[in-house]
């Protein structure tokens, strides 16, 4: 079948199984590989895309399911050579180490600054609850999402609104 | 940065190892800009960062070649069995499908087994039996993944079942199944002894002992499961032999030779890349069957194969660790002197003995279950047996071991704490060994190179606010609320290993390293080491930075490729730093020797002549005569007249054997609140001191500790591989296998003291394990001495609220 | 990666198309909503549907809103809507505490109140909220609809009484004054099913409940509304002593079994515990407290 949606920006207009997994989709047929895959059952959050700008696990989604919608992957994230401030945050407070459930964990954080500039470290728990990370401890990640609170520019809002 | 963070051997190290001359510091001391570009040690952001923030890694699954094919493995659905048949024609059929390979198809070709890490051996692909549930049984290889998998729903496996051995109690009753038939006159299911220290001179101090405490603690099965999985892609060329495989693997160089060994692949022709691999605590260390799998798999056909297990595969076929039941007795006076300690372990190694750890060290490093203390004596024996589970044993940050070595110990002082009615802190402060007793050998044989413990213990205490704590804790308990304050303190054993003493299929654990500076100044380091998360190119770019002046952001780090990097055994055992760290100390080193050589010639004065500020040689006594690492560089590369009996070029090559071990040691304080209706475990509070020695870069230091810590709650709360009495895994996804997420782990409270290690070049001991070590005692010590009222002196892992409230009920049973 | 089986989809348009494609492939074709469900059972191949049929474009499935004396919220209506609705907040804010603790908040941006009831999980938390508040869920045909209660929904573990030819479409919570509610859960971990989750509601007039309810989760083969602790709580004036009794009540009635989650005794103990705190809440809430 075919299916039509905005990536990053881009329309794209491909030909799929109705299977296929838009996970599978972003990274196999787009050649997109900054989202990852950890899991088969919906838990570990490493494949989260933005999806008219909320994080969904893509990994429980079929890519014709998210036909006519945006997705926003993290290659989005960098506008014009100029890096979120999630992705400078993320940077400067050491919130990854292997970077595998990083793309994940930004995107939902672009999410979260979006509809709340400035949240408390409790709200940045729990809107990254459903995404884990083995190596970080999460702390860094907390501290790296208050960063980029700290440091919002109006070219973040561009990526994902 | 700070002269905490970057005091080195060559300013202390030596009297260090005999005062008390330990810097201490917490996080907060040693901010610094986020901007500061040290050279050498000091707070930088990572190199690493940049394409990772922009999902430019480039991960195993990244990896794609023209005409790739893909491979899926056909797994036991159960845990022992006899294969009677296989039907692989329907899925032969199937449109996609290239090929569908058996154990049988294998063993043709004599490679249906393959050695493990331990001088077994484990099956490629089952031939005669399954032995655990999902062990491998044949393999598709197709045009793409979705195909693959289809095609395995078409395979027929007629099986005959065994009964299976699951409790690990049971596994040498004379009536139990003998799982390893495959091995000659094999009539039971015993893999080894192993014993330590002096069994009558402990059992003497035993005898004579005010108290005597004895209690069964258990550390059940868990899986380092990094959230990348296992996988790799082969790619066999058919006319030139050449082999390349993009793999996850902490150790590359380790793999290729095995890889030579077992399949008698010519070991020149063969590539290992390990390029971004997704974190790997131990679990990338083995050579899988599904690696095996697709290099076999592109040699038949020809053409790359990738395979990538899903995570149920990572769970229940790869390197699990732990799952040692160990009886513990602990000997004291009634003042609370430690006088010695004995154990008696029951080892699952699962169904092939696929521990990776030293020849010599059939249980790892589990010697130091001494731990900080100075003991009179002190016996170990271990017996370790086959059961119907996966194989593995040795991973998840484990140190060889010493997760389970130091959780005895902190759990059976904590004990004795309990009956002698002490103060958990202060019972350790009384029996640590003395700084002054450093080098310390053990009762078991260990030599502590370095150790100033008290103020570390001190310094937790009073970070945590320890006694105001012990007050609180008394008004909630009168109030019926359950507050607990866990302590524990360890010692670890890392950087493995002298060679005299350690390898691993007799490849000794030495590490090379190679730098190369160019004309202009910028350099290039290889390493035998690989990164799964820890930093390496930045550390270790600090490290030649520190040694010769380059800016580390002029310094490239190659590793992870085998072609193009010096042998070494890899990343596991916290080893990096002690041992390629050290090594790429030293190359520094030589390399600098002769930049100074240059330079004498350069200036026209004798070597002697010449003082060392970081980056440029100067004449002692006038400074303003100097030439910087740079110009030296280019006056090596360049024109002109050497100093006799020197080569052009600027480089050099070592191989760093290391004299010891190094010991880092940490004392950490966890705050529980449990719930006494639901009882349900809030971890409140973590405060971890960490002495690593010398610190490369303290936000990295940080960031290893606060890994560590959050796998410590998962150990202590909700991590276990579970099997049902089928010896069906009940853990097969992340639904039921459970890992912490933002919201079970507090905010870490972190600190350090720092003693160098007195061998090591720059004074580094490895930190990159240490809290994983140290974490599950603290919080289980927490949690029991928060059910204190109930009369709990002990309760084993995972502590779910099920767990929790059974043993609030006095209805404690063992996870196993 | 587990991948799913070959299958067919297509994107319904309306109820009404839905309804036709669903009626037309018969017991082969499934709904997807959210999806949370059912994609991660048709990657194990636990559920080999033939035919998919999508129903995230039914706009007029998206609705809360009040409508005399009821609450009507549409099938589609995500956790996500459920947790930021106002109107909820007010009436019923045992939503609020349920779906706070449902799955994680990515979950949360794509499951549905509809997929939830529909997938019948005895340990699925919403089902038990809407049997404490006692509601009804509206199904639809060509035929036209029928209101069936909580209790005639669940028809057994995984089975509703949704046939082949029909679709849930709302869930119907009638409005009555004096209502306080609230939910309990207790998990291993966030974002894991309930150990045992407990709902309670009461409707008070002059300091006597004149209405209460139950409803628990995980505790046995179906969601179960516990009859009994109704008929306990009806005319009766809130104590402390009456929680416990009704907490006591709830545990007799219910069996749980010893699983990865728990013993059988820790989650009659949790009965017991959580329904205690769920209707202390409920009723302080019932008398405007902020709890």
Not at chain 2, 773 to 781: E, M
Not at chain 3, 239 to 246: A, G, H, I, N, P
């Amino acid at each position: 079948m075919q299916v039509n949606m905005t990536v990053n920006g881009a329309e794209v207009n491909e030909e799929i199984e109705p299977r296929h997994l838009l996970v599978h989709f972003i990274r196999d047929q787009l050649g997109l590989t900054g989202t990852h895959w950890g899991c088969d059952t919906s838990n570990c959050g490493t494949c989260v895309v933005l999806i008219d700008g909320e994080p969904v696990k893509s990994c429980t989604q079929l890519a014709a399911m998210a036909g006519g919608h945006e997705v926003t992957t993290v290659e989005g994230l960098e506008v014009d050579g100029v890096l979120d401030p999630i992705q400078e945050g993320f940077m400067q407070c050491h919130g990854l180490q292997c970077g595998f459930c990083t793309p994940g964990m930004m995107l939902t954080a672009r999410a979260l600054l979006n509809s709340n500039p400035n949240p408390t470290e409790e709200v940045i728990r729990e809107a990254i609850s459903g995404q884990i990370c083995r190596c970080t401890g999460y702390s860094t990640i907390v501290r790296s999402i208050q960063w980029a609170a700290d440091h919002e520019t109006n070219v973040s809002l561009r990526s994902a609104s | 940065m700070t002269t905490t963070a970057t005091t080195t051997a060559t300013d202390t190290a030596t009297d260090t190892a005999t005062t008390t001359a330990t810097d201490t510091a917490t996080a907060s001391e040693e901010e610094t800009t986020p901007d500061e570009r040290p050279i050498g040690f000091g707070r930088l952001l990572r190199k690493e960062d940049p394409r990772l923030i922009r999902g430019m890694g480039q991960f195993v699954d990244d990896v794609s070649l023209p005409g790739m094919l893909h491979l899926a493995i056909l797994r036991s659905p159960v845990a022992h069995a006899r294969i009677v048949s296989i039907d692989k024609s329907a899925a032969e059929a199937h449109p996609n499908v290239v090929a569908v390979i058996t154990g049988e198809d294998l063993a043709a070709q004599g490679l249906a087994w393959m050695p493990t890490l331990s001088n077994d051996v484990q099956a490629v692909l089952a031939t005669d039996k399954v032995r655990f549930q999902h062990q491998e049984v044949a393999f598709v290889v197709a045009t793409d993944r979705y195909s693959a998998r289809d095609a395995l729903e078409l395979i027929e496996v007629d099986y005959d079942w065994i009964d299976p051995v699951v409790d690990v109690r049971s596994a040498l009753d004379q009536d139990s199944p003998v799982i390893r038939d495959d091995l000659e006159n094999k009539a039971d299911n015993h893999i080894f002894d192993w014993e330590t220290g002096d069994e009558a001179a402990t059992n003497e101090v035993f005898e004579r002992a005010d108290v005597v405490v004895s209690e069964e603690i258990v550390y059940p099965r868990v899986h380092p499961a990094p959230m990348g999985t296992c996988g790799c892609g082969a790619n066999v060329e058919r006319v030139s032999g050449q082999v390349t495989l993009w793999c996850t693997t902490q150790a590359p160089h380790a793999h290729r030779t095995v890889y030579a060994l077992v399949a008698g692949l010519p070991e020149h022709k063969i590539r290992v890349i390990a390029p971004d691999i997704g974190g790997g605590f131990g679990n990338k260390v083995p050579i899988y069957p599904g690696y095996v799998c697709a290099i076999v798999a592109s040699l038949v056909i020809g053409k790359p194969v990738k395979w990538m297990e899903d995570r149920t595969e990572n769970l229940v076929s790869t390197g699990f660790a732990r799952d040692y039941v160990m009886k513990a007795d602990i000997a004291a006076t009634k003042d609370g002197r430690i006088l010695a300690i004995r154990t008696n372990v029951l080892a699952d190694h699962g169904a092939f003995n696929g521990v990776a750890a030293p020849v010599k060290y059939p249980a790892g490093f589990f010697g130091v279950f001494t731990g900080s203390y100075d003991l009179e004596a002190a016996h170990a024996k271990m017996t370790a047996v086959y059961t119907n589970k996966a194989p593995g044993g040795v991973a998840y940050a484990c140190s060889f071991r010493i997760t389970e070595a130091v959780y005895l110990v902190e759990r059976i002082v904590d004990c004795l704490a309990y009956e002698l009615d002490m103060d958990p802190a202060e019972l350790r402060l009384k029996n640590f060994i003395k700084p002054e007793q450093f080098p310390y050998e053990t009762k078991t044989g260990w030599v502590y190179d370095s150790g100033n413990y008290e103020p570390a213990m001190r310094k937790a205490m009073d970070m945590a606010g320890y006694a105001e704590l012990r007050r609180e804790q008394v008004e909630r308990r009168a109030r019926g609320e359950l507050m607990g304050i866990g302590v524990a303190f360890f010692t670890e054993a890392v950087g493995a290993g002298p060679r005299k003493d350690m390898d691993i299929l007799g490849l000794g654990m030495a590490d090379g390293c190679e730098l190369r500076v160019h004309p202009t100044g910028k350099a290039i380091v290889r390493l035998s080491v690989k990164t799964q998360g820890q930093g390496h190119e930045t550390t270790f770019a600090q490290i030649v930075s520190e040694e010769i002046g380059i800016p580390p952001e002029d310094i490239e780090v190659i590793h992870g490729d085998t072609d193009n990097t010096p042998f070494g055994l890899g990343t596991y055992g916290s080893r990096s730093t002690p041992v390629s760290g050290a090594a790429a100390a030293m190359v520094t080193r030589k390399v600098r020797d002769k930049a100074q050589i240059i330079a004498s010639g350069m200036l026209e004065v004798s070597v002697a002549d010449l003082e060392w500020t970081k980056g440029a040689f100067s004449v002692k006594g006038d400074p303003s005569k100097s030439v910087t690492i740079q110009e030296i560089a280019m006056k090596a590369h360049g024109a002109g007249d050497l100093p006799d009996g020197i080569e052009g070029g600027l480089e050099a090559q070592i191989c760093y054997n290391p004299e010891n071990l190094t010991y880092p040691f940490g004392a950490y304080i966890c705050v529980v609140d449990v719930d006494p209706g639901t009882a349900v475990v809030k971890v409140r509070r973590f405060i971890a001191v960490d002495d690593c020695g010398t610190q490369i870069n303290p936000m990295i230091v940080e960031g290893q500790v606060h890994g560590g810590l959050a796998d410590g709650v998962g150990m202590a709360l909700m991590e276990i591989i579970g099997f049902d009495e089928d010896g069906n895994c009940t853990s097969s996804s992340l639904m039921d296998y459970l890992i912490p997420t933002a919201l079970e782990t507090p905010d870490w409270e972190t600190g350090h003291t720092v003693t160098p290690s007195p061998h090591h070049p720059i004074g580094a001991k490895g930190i990159g394990e240490s809290a994983t070590v140290g974490s599950p005692p603290a919080i289980v010590n927490a949690i029991v001495d928060a059910l204190k009222p109930f009369g709990v002196r002990h309760a084993d892992m995972p502590l779910t609220p099920s767990r929790v409230w059974e043993t609030m009920q006095g209805n404690h049973t063992p996870p196993i | 990666m587990q991948v799913p089986a070959p299958i067919e989809y297509e994107r319904a348009t309306s109820v009404a198309h839905a309804i036709a494609l669903r009626s037309q492939k018969g017991d082969e074709a499934r709904f997807i909503a959210g999806g949370h469900s059912l994609l991660p059972m048709m990657k194990l191949r636990l559920a080999n549907p033939k035919y998919l049929i999508d129903i995230n474009d039914l706009e007029e499935l998206f609705y809360i809103r009040e409508n005399g004396s009821e609450v009507c919220i549409g099938a589609m209506s995500r956790h996500r809507d459920l947790l930021d609705s106002d109107l909820l907040a007010k009436h019923f804010p045992i939503f609020l505490d349920a779906e706070r603790v449902i799955a994680d908040p990515t979950v949360r941006n794509r499951g549905t109140l509809g997929g939830s009831l529909c997938q019948a999980d005895p340990a699925e938390d919403l089902s038990a909220v809407c049997t404490a508040l006692d509601a009804s869920c509206v199904i639809t045909s060509s035929e036209g609809q029928r209101v069936v209660p909580m209790h005639d929904f669940h028809v057994g573990p995984y089975e509703t009484a949704v046939q082949d030819n029909e679709m849930l479409t709302e869930v119907r919570i009638p409005l009555r004054p004096g209502g306080g509610s609230a939910y309990q859960k207790v998990e291993r971990r966030a974002g894991d099913w309930a150990v045992v989750s407990a709902g309670a509601a009461v409707w008070i007039d002059s300091g006597i409940i004149v209405d209460g309810r139950v409803g628990l989760a995980a505790v046995g083969s179906n969601t179960p509304s516990i009859e009994p602790a109704a008929e306990a709580l009806k005319g009766a004036t809130p104590s402390e002593d009456l929680f416990q009794r009704v907490g006591e009540i709830a545990a007799n009635n219910c069996s749980p079994e010893t699983d990865g989650r728990g013993t059988a005794a820790y989650k009659t103990h949790l009965v017991q515990e959580l329904t205690r705190r769920a209707l202390r809440t409920a009723v302080a809430r019932s008398q405007g407290q902020e709890v």
